[in-house]
């Protein structure tokens, strides 16, 4: 039976800033079920992406024979065309702990510290009470901050006789904040 293979090469992020966490929210047809899709989220821990790297990333390595990161390997549907979608997400995970932390704290000293502001410094302080007051509403809103969404890609291929003279494609294609590339291949 024939395979397919997705690998994703390259990334670019159009957006100013320079610190990411990426992960990819990969959807396809169900193998067995055509109706449904397969929701798979790749890599396991976001992909940090450092300002020297200038909002790319490069997931083949130089050199002839190399491979990209993987993203689908499977058996090719009998009509020949794989309905496949790519998420491109910011994931800020660590941005929901902090807020978890600042819940905790304030939970912690509001109720044993920073109420007795007058005790410890002999008046009342506005700003313990503005940090009693604001490290709960503070941490509550960080823990409901969902991941960015940075861009969709719509990778629906159709195997056809381009595919029998080249057994590997390479395409690129811009969705939102990102330009992605990445490559199918077919073997057997």
Known sequence: MT??????TRIKIHRPKASWRL????????????????A???????????????N?????????????????????????????????????????EIGGILLDIGQLLGNEVLGKESELLGLASPWLRLAKAALPRVGQSLTGLPDRHLGFINMYERFGPEFQQENEHSREIRG???TVTYRWSVAG
């Open 3 to 8: 395979r397919v293979q997705l690998e994703l």
């Open 23 to 38: 992960y990819f929210l990969l959807l396809t047809e169900h193998p067995l079920q055509p109706n449904e899709l397969v």
């Open 40 to 54: 798979t989220v790749i890599p396991q821990q976001p992909v940090l992406v450092v300002p020297d790297q200038k």
């Open 56 to 96: 790319q990333v490069h997931f083949e390595p130089a050199g002839k024979g190399t491979e990209g990161l993987l993203l689908l390997s499977r058996e090719l549907p009998p009509a020949g065309e794989l309905n496949t979608h790519l998420f491109v997400m910011h994931s800020r995970r660590a941005g929901r």
């Open 176 to 178: 939102g904040h990102v």
